[in-house]
């Protein structure tokens, strides 16, 4: 009896951890335990209010939900990108300038300080997905039918986006004065919960809704799985793969429009710095293949928050700016060797060995 409670045990444990899921949630625990240790006033939470009187909730678990929510945007293209294409996109932050520069000279038009907008809102946002759509097309079409590696196609916008995005608005720094602008980036009067939150919910509920009514998800893992089998089964390999980036540019368009709503302008050499990195990270830290095919998008949005986590404890214990990348770089090494067959087969032989020597000395 106590060797079946034992295999039962083991078992449950050998499902629970080839379970995609798994990983992200590893990671948050242990981050969340480390924290707790480390400081437990990291889960302090207090209520304030803003230089406009609004009541707002501070602290670090706020500083997460509300930066983690862009990169949880990004996670759910650059997931798409990845399962399709088997690459990744690595100029993410520099159309997210672009996108931003695009809201900012429809809202201020050939004004960089106006007294009023230039335009509506909602259309300067509509606008910004159109330009994210056109130059995430131009990366699907380099890699769906040039069949460029994704990486070396999105090197061109990673490397001149940041240059178009100063072009669109002739190197000057627009300044949005309304108000209303602001709560995009920030908090909704009343509304003490960040609101770049709520967009980010409502991109999940979207991209869930489309993924549950449509064969979405299976064309694009049955491209990354096997090009040439899906081709033969009736699909078009190249249109998923473009249709891929056009997300991802959506995604870069709403994320983009939430950077610039933070400050109401923008600072091209800045913004969404390194960003790209993140979005790579959060994907592969869901446990998604970087060489495509099945993907988990809860899994990517995950761990997305749990990079942003990663991010606010560092700089929690004033680990400089600079350094981020590398702690991260170590995490991206650790998820590649863990990644890897070789070491997938030789943990899952060491992890039958080990239940063999438990049953033995159970019985």
């Not at 131009?138 to 072009?167: D, E």
């Not at 004065?177 to 979207?206: D, K, M, N, Q, W």
């Not at 991206?332 to 087969?345: C, F, G, M, Q």
Request: net charge positive; proline share 4%; hydrophobic share 50%.
């Amino acid at each position: 009896m106590s060797m079946q409670k034992a295999n039962n045990k083991s078992g449950f444990f050998a499902n629970l951890v080839r379970k995609q899921i798994f990983i992200p949630i590893a990671a948050l625990l242990l981050l969340a335990i480390f924290n707790l240790i480390a400081d437990p006033s990291f889960y302090k939470i207090t209520l304030g209010y803003n230089s406009a009187g609004d009541p707002v909730l501070s602290g670090y678990l706020m500083t997460i939900l509300d930066y983690g929510s862009e990169l949880a945007i990004l996670a759910i293209g650059m997931t798409f990108v990845t399962a399709a294409s088997g690459g990744q996109d690595i100029s993410v932050g520099a159309t997210m300038a672009i996108a931003g520069s695009v809201v900012l000279r429809v809202l201020c038009g050939t004004n960089s300080r106006p007294e009023t907008l230039q335009a509506p809102i909602i259309v300067a946002f509509l606008v910004a997905c159109v330009v994210s759509m056109l130059f995430g097309a131009f990366n699907g079409a380099l890699v769906a039918y040039f069949r460029i590696q994704p990486m070396v196609a999105t090197l061109i916008l990673f490397t001149a986006g940041r240059s178009i995005a100063a072009w669109i608005n002739n190197n000057e720094l627009p300044i949005v004065s309304e108000p209303s602008f602001g709560y995009y980036g920030g908090f909704i009067p009343g509304i003490p919960i960040p609101t770049p939150f709520f967009i980010a919910l409502a991109c999940v509920v979207v991209i869930g809704i489309v993924l549950k009514v449509t064969t979405l998800r299976l064309y694009i893992q049955s491209v990354g799985i096997n090009e040439s089998s899906s081709r033969l089964n009736g699909l078009n390999p190249e249109m998923i793969k473009l249709l891929s980036f056009v997300i991802l540019g959506v995604c870069v368009a709403v994320a983009g429009f939430i950077k610039v709503s933070r400050l109401s302008s923008i600072n091209y050499s800045v913004i969404a710095k390194d960003i790209e990195m993140d979005a790579i990270l959060a994907v592969a830290l869901g446990g998604n293949s970087l060489g495509g095919g099945k993907f988990n998008m809860t899994a990517s949005i995950l761990g997305a928050y749990v990079i942003q986590f990663l991010t606010t404890t560092l700089y929690k214990f004033n680990v400089q700016s600079d350094a981020l990348p590398a702690y991260k770089a170590v995490v991206v090494i650790a998820l590649v060797v863990l990644s890897a067959p070789v070491v997938r087969d030789s943990l899952s032989r060491w992890w039958k060995q080990l239940r063999k020597s438990g049953a033995k000395e159970v019985a």
